[in-house]
């Protein structure tokens, strides 16, 4: 068994769309329409074929009260792997990304969290050698 699909819930899937692909470096995958909210998904340029990520629309009641009880807390909704969590953080503050968490050494892994403009906190992490 392998992991095919994840989930993001954004409040606006063309402002998702745009902050994955131009701000964090994703590539679009598929962007099919539905009558509405569409079908729209993202995958890492390292790896065209693996994971992808739907950039899901959050109009589900439960969905925005979910993810401002997640932000208020500070919990970061999806975790995402970088090489160099520093360099990263660097590239990404300097293209506007607002950081809630600068990168922290965690024992195992380094950690930075920072807010994808669509409603979610995420986070970057380095695996430590």
Not at 82 to 103: I, K, M, N, S
Request: charged share 25%; proline share 7%; hydrophobic share 40%.
């Amino acid at each position: 068994m392998k992991i095919h699909l994840s989930s993001v819930m954004v409040d606006d899937q063309d402002k998702a769309l745009s902050f994955y692909t131009e701000v964090l470096g994703f590539v679009k995958k598929h962007d099919i329409p539905m009558g509405g909210p569409r079908w729209l998904t993202v995958v890492s340029p390292e790896n065209p074929d693996g994971t992808e990520l739907v950039l899901e629309p959050d109009g589900h009641p439960a969905a925005k009260p979910f993810k401002e009880a997640l932000v208020k807390d500070g919990i970061p909704f999806t975790t995402f792997l970088v090489e160099d969590v520093q360099a990263e953080y660097e590239r990404l503050r300097d293209l506007g990304v607002e950081f809630t968490q600068q990168p922290a050494d965690m024992g195992t892994v380094i950690t930075a969290v920072f807010d994808d403009t669509c409603g979610n906190l995420l986070q970057m992490h380095q695996m430590k050698s």
